[in-house]
C-alpha cells in the first residue's frame, strides 16, 4: 500500500513540516529570519520535494523564492493532515485540541472573547487562541487553513467558505456630556459634521456610506482623528474629547450618564450581518471541530 510514496527518496514528515511552517510564515526568509545556513537548508529540501513530486514546488521571482500553485496546493493538503495528527495524538493523550479563531478588534473584544468562557466551562477539551485580522486576510487564511474560524461580515464570504448567521451589527452615534450643548438637542448631523468626531479608516463601504448620511444631513464629514479601529476610535470618546459612530455592541461597556447615544433612522443603512465562517475541510479533516462549531454558534448569536 502507498509503495509510489514510499519506494523513492526525497519524501519526509520534516520536508512536508517545512514547506507547511514555509507558506504559514509567507516565504524562507520570513521562516528563518536572519539565519542564512537554515534558509539555504530549507531551500534545498524544497528543491528535494520538487524532485520527489516531478514539478516545481518553489521557484525564484528575483532574490526571492516563492511557492508555485502546487507548492501552496501541497502545503495546505500538509497543513490539514498535520492538524488531523495533532489533534489525533492530543486526544489519545488526553490533552487540549487547539482551535485558532479569527476576528477584526472590536468585534474579538465586543462579542468574541467576552463570550468564549462559556465554553471554556463547559468544554474542557478545547484550546482556543484569538487572531486579530482584516476580512480580506481572514478570507485567506481560513482558505489555506491557518486559522479554524472566522467571525466576519457576511458580503465578505467567498468560496468555498461556508457560514453560519450570527446576528446584525447596528450602529449609533456618542457623544460624551462634555461635548452637548448647554442647551437643545444634538443631532446626527451635529456629531458629523459640527462636533470633534473620531472615526476608524479600515473600512472604505462604511465609511462612504457615512459620508453619505452626512451629506444627508446638510454637512460634510470632517472628522477631526481618524484611527484605525473601531476600539481606538472607542478609547477617543472616552477621553471625553470627541464623538463617534460606533456598533451597539461597543457601547455596553460605557456608563448611561456620561455619554449621550443616538440611534438615527438613516444610520440603519451601516447594519452589516455576522457570520461565523469555515473552510468545509477543517469539518471533514478535524473531527471535533464541528462540536466545536455548533458550541459557537450558539454562545455567539446575537
Not at 22 to 51: M, N, T
Amino acid at each position: 500500500m502507498f509503495d509510489p510514496l514510499f519506494s523513492e527518496t526525497g519524501l519526509s514528515l520534516e520536508r512536508l513540516r517545512i514547506l507547511a511552517e514555509i507558506h504559514h510564515a509567507g516565504g524562507i526568509a520570513k521562516a528563518a529570519p536572519g539565519d542564512p545556513v537554515r534558509q539555504s537548508q530549507y531551500s534545498r529540501q524544497l528543491r528535494e520535494l520538487s524532485e520527489f513530486f516531478g514539478t516545481e514546488i518553489a521557484r525564484r521571482q528575483g532574490r526571492v523564492l516563492k511557492l508555485t500553485e502546487p507548492g501552496v496546493r501541497l502545503a495546505e493538503m500538509v497543513r490539514a493532515q498535520m492538524h488531523a495528527l495533532q489533534d489525533f495524538r492530543a486526544e489519545c493523550r488526553a490533552e487540549k485540541v487547539s482551535y485558532t479563531i479569527a476576528g477584526g478588534d472590536g468585534l474579538l473584544q465586543w462579542l468574541v472573547i467576552p463570550r468564549l468562557m462559556k465554553i471554556s466551562r463547559a468544554d474542557q477539551s478545547a484550546h482556543i487562541a484569538t487572531s486579530n485580522l482584516r476580512t480580506n486576510e481572514i478570507v485567506q487564511q481560513l482558505g489555506d487553513g491557518r486559522v479554524d474560524f472566522g467571525v466576519m461580515r457576511k458580503d465578505a464570504l467567498a468560496e468555498p467558505l461556508k457560514s453560519a448567521r450570527l446576528g446584525t451589527l447596528k450602529f449609533a452615534a456618542v457623544v460624551p456630556r462634555e461635548l452637548l450643548p448647554a442647551k437643545g438637542p444634538v443631532s446626527l448631523g451635529d456629531v458629523l459634521g459640527r462636533l470633534p468626531l473620531a472615526t476608524q479608516n479600515g473600512d472604505s463601504q462604511f465609511t462612504q456610506r457615512l459620508r453619505e448620511i452626512a451629506r444627508e444631513h446638510q454637512t460634510e464629514l470632517q472628522p477631526t482623528l481618524i484611527c484605525q479601529s473601531f476600539p481606538q476610535a472607542l478609547a477617543a470618546v472616552r477621553s471625553g474629547g470627541y464623538g463617534s459612530v460606533q456598533p451597539v455592541l461597543a457601547l455596553e461597556e460605557l456608563k448611561a450618564d456620561a455619554y449621550r447615544v443616538i440611534k438615527d433612522g438613516p444610520l440603519d443603512r451601516l447594519d452589516r450581518d455576522i457570520i461565523i465562517a469555515w473552510n468545509p475541510r477543517l469539518l471533514r479533516v478535524r473531527t471535533g471541530s464541528k462540536h466545536l462549531l455548533e458550541k459557537l454558534q450558539n454562545v455567539l448569536a446575537f
